[in-house]
């Protein structure tokens, strides 16, 4: 007798836990565990081309709220219908999902790269160590979109397909039970790129901001592919998803933005950060003093901020 089984992902049953009177969303705990990754794993990078580990803390002290707020504002004027109705509380409610990526990548390279050259870094070695970063902090906050039970694809009877819940299935497709775990796709392929990233800024001569460039060109190029594929509630235009053609102008820039920084005339490469309570103009003062006195010798400062 032919036994056939099927074997698809299951939906969660709960969404989170009580802690006292606190309800802890997974949601969010995926997100805060997403950010110690990033900044842990940018620390490691940054110390390693000389920068000051405190840097990246402070970076990111401004960078995540920028890029949550970023996210949220891009997914409310993108996604209105999606807010949650009668409610003063609606637009604000990151808790129930919708953070758009591309708003939150926005504002928060705006912000870090205002917050670097603050302190006299160099934003383009800074880009580079945290790209790779970026991509796991991605992939990271994909499982909080597992337990929301939302970044479905098509319907599908994969073996790999997501059960989904009635009171999740997309609008038009409640007669279906089991999706492409599109999040699911997006989380290897952030891990994979990362990998990439690191191993080219091991094994190959990448110019800073290079690998960020990549980031940008290769994730938006991921997805142009899942925009293809979902069906979770979206705006559309000329019948396609509009974070389509938002994918397709990210895979151009940044393309065309790699290719820039690796055919410029390369320049003098500052040091990582400057001295703690100095700044480049006072650097570059002190250094034909130092260059008068060719008897004393020094050793060369360390990259603090």
């Known amino acids: 007798m032919a036994l056939s089984v099927a074997f698809h992902i299951p939906s969660p049953s709960v969404n989170g836990f009580h802690l006292g009177p606190l309800f802890i969303h997974f949601y969010g705990l995926m997100y805060v565990v997403a950010i110690t990754l990033a900044v842990i794993i940018t620390r490691r990078r940054w110390r390693a081309v000389g920068g000051d580990p405190t840097l990246v803390t402070d970076v990111a002290t401004w960078v995540v709220p920028a890029g949550i707020i970023g996210a949220r504002i891009y997914f409310d004027i993108t996604t209105p219908f999606d807010i949650t109705p009668h409610t003063w509380w609606g637009p604000l409610a990151v808790w129930n999902g919708g953070l758009g990526v591309w708003g939150g990548i926005l504002a928060g390279a705006l912000v870090g790269v205002w917050r670097v050259h603050r302190a006299g870094a160099d934003w383009r070695l800074f880009a580079n160590a945290i790209a790779p970063a970026l991509l796991v902090a991605q992939a990271i906050g994909r499982i909080g979109n597992y337990f929301n039970q939302e970044l479905v694809g098509k319907p599908t009877s994969l073996p790999w397909a997501l059960e989904v819940s009635p009171a999740h299935r997309p609008a038009g497709y409640l007669g279906f ?20 990233l690191v191993w080219l800024g091991h094994h190959r001569n ?4 290079g690998l960020l460039a990549l980031y940008v060109a290769g994730y938006s190029a991921y997805r142009i592919f899942e925009e293809t594929i979902r069906v979770d509630s979206s705006a559309h235009l000329l019948g396609l998803r509009l974070n389509f053609y938002i994918a397709i102008v990210g895979t151009a820039a940044g393309i065309a933005w790699f290719a820039w920084t690796q055919r410029r005339r390369p320049e003098p490469e500052p040091a990582p950060q400057a001295e703690p309570g100095g700044s480049a103009e006072s650097e570059s003062a002190a250094e034909p003093a130092a260059q008068s006195e060719p008897a004393a010798q020094s050793e060369p400062a360390a990259s603090e901020s």
């Open 177 to 196: 039970s089991t999706f492409q775990p599109s999040f699911l796709y997006e989380l290897i392929f952030d891990l994979a790129l990362a990998a990439l």
């Open 206 to 209: 990448i110019r800073p901001p």
